[in-house]
T-cell receptor, first 111, second 114 residues
Framework: KQEVTQIPAALSVPEGENLVLNCSFT??????LQWFRQDPGKGLTSLLL?????REQTSGRLNASLDKSSGRSTLYIAASQPGDSATYLC??????????FGAGTQVVVTP | ETGVTQSPTHLIKTRGQQVTLRCSSQ?????VSWYQQALGQGPQFIFQ???????GRGNFPPRFSGLQFPNYSSELNVNALELDDSALYLC?????????????FGSGTRLTVV
């Protein structure tokens, strides 16, 4: 059974610190890995999409890496801000676009 | 360019009733997927529609059904509601099927079954 795991389930950091969020997946035939942000009671906002042929993607303060051999992806958020407080979800995509999600990491950035 | 719009935003139903949730896909997108997100969990794939045909289904019973219309908007129907159906239902659209396409998600419909 394919699984996506995110550890830790929750994380609290002071403003200005860098955030490191981890995602593990079991499907070595992964087609892509996506990171999403979810605010309480809201839908998902796509942050970064890494194709299986890529090793990382960057957007502003966000950087995501993908290591298929170890089944891991890491999302780095530099110089965290209170506005970064949200739940971050990773999802592996298969060949026809179905996403399998982890349970998410809830992040709180304190001023 | 409009995003993905879902209606209604909140809904309360009684066990055993039927419900229809609606989704308008982003302009230019022909693929719609539906996900169920229980409290504290990640979204679970229900099914995907591509050009009005079901294009894949997750581990959900037949009482979960869907439709996609010629304008690529979509409906999710759930019959014989159970308490465990209480969840946030998310719709996502894409400009194609397959791993090369990213998804745009709507804000979801919060369904409460009492």
């Amino acid at each position: 059974k394919q699984e996506v795991t995110q550890i830790p389930a929750a994380l609290s950091v002071p403003e200005g610190e860098n955030l490191v969020l981890n995602c593990s997946f079991t499907d070595s035939a992964i087609y892509n890995l996506q990171w999403f942000r979810q605010d309480p009671g809201k839908g998902l906002t796509s942050l970064l999409l890494i194709q299986s042929s890529q090793r990382e993607q960057t957007s502003g303060r966000l950087n995501a890496s993908l290591d298929k051999s170890s089944g891991r992806s890491t999302l780095y958020i530099a110089a965290s801000q209170p506005g970064d407080s949200a739940t971050y979800l990773c999802a592996q995509g298969d060949s026809w676009g179905k996403l399998q999600f982890g349970a998410g990491t809830q992040v709180v950035v304190t001023p | 360019e409009t995003g993905v719009t879902q209606s209604p935003t909140h809904l309360i139903k009684t066990r055993g009733q039927q419900v229809t949730l609606r989704c308008s896909s982003q302009s230019g997108h022909n693929t719609v997927s539906w996900y169920q997100q229980a409290l504290g969990q990640g979204p679970q794939f229900i099914f995907q529609y591509y050009r009005e045909e079901e294009n894949g289904r997750g581990n959900f019973p037949p009482r979960f059904s869907g439709l996609q219309f010629p304008n690529y908007s979509s409906e999710l129907n759930v019959n014989a509601l159970e308490l465990d159906d209480s969840a946030l239902y998310l719709c996502a659209s894409s400009s194609g099927t397959g791993a090369d396409y990213g998804y745009t998600f709507g804000s979801g419909t919060r369904l409460t079954v009492v």
